[in-house]
């Protein structure tokens, strides 16, 4: 069965960081590209980045771009998100998802249960 378990949510100030984990299982990790996306309150889902499966290749949306790093470690089976700089705009359910067949531009096939990050003052 496949799992995928979000954690390292919380509440940060303005212009704070945090880094969120998705511990991933069930499934061969390193065979597969994957995603961050969001969803902030009242407000549709939004792709955050992807991750190829080696690492080798990262791609970003625009407006985290400079802000956010993706990685992740194959051997421990988790992805990660490090989030700088962050914004009261950040403030989201924070959403891992799996590439149905292994590519960064497929559609997702698993998500996880999110993890809430806000961003206040």
């Known amino acids: 069965e496949v799992q995928l378990v979000e954690s390292g949510g919380g509440l940060v100030q303005p212009g704070g960081s945090l880094r969120l984990s998705c511990a991933a299982s069930?499934?061969?990790?390193?065979?597969?590209?994957m995603s961050w996306v969001r969803q902030a309150p009242g407000k549709g889902l939004e792709w955050v980045s992807a991750?190829?499966?080696?690492?080798?290749?990262?791609y970003y949306a625009e407006s985290m771009k400079g802000r956010f790093t993706i990685s992740r470690d194959n051997a421990k089976n988790t992805l990660y998100l490090q989030m700088n700089s962050l914004k009261s705009e950040d403030t989201a359910v924070y959403y891992c998802?799996?590439?149905?067949?292994?590519?960064?531009?497929?559609?997702?096939?698993?998500w996880g249960q999110g993890t809430q990050v806000t961003v206040s003052s």
């Open positions: 991750i190829s499966w080696n690492g080798g290749s990262t």
């Open positions: 069930g499934f061969t990790f390193d065979d597969y590209a």
């Open positions: 998802a799996k590439a149905m067949w292994g590519g960064v531009s497929e559609p997702f096939d698993y």
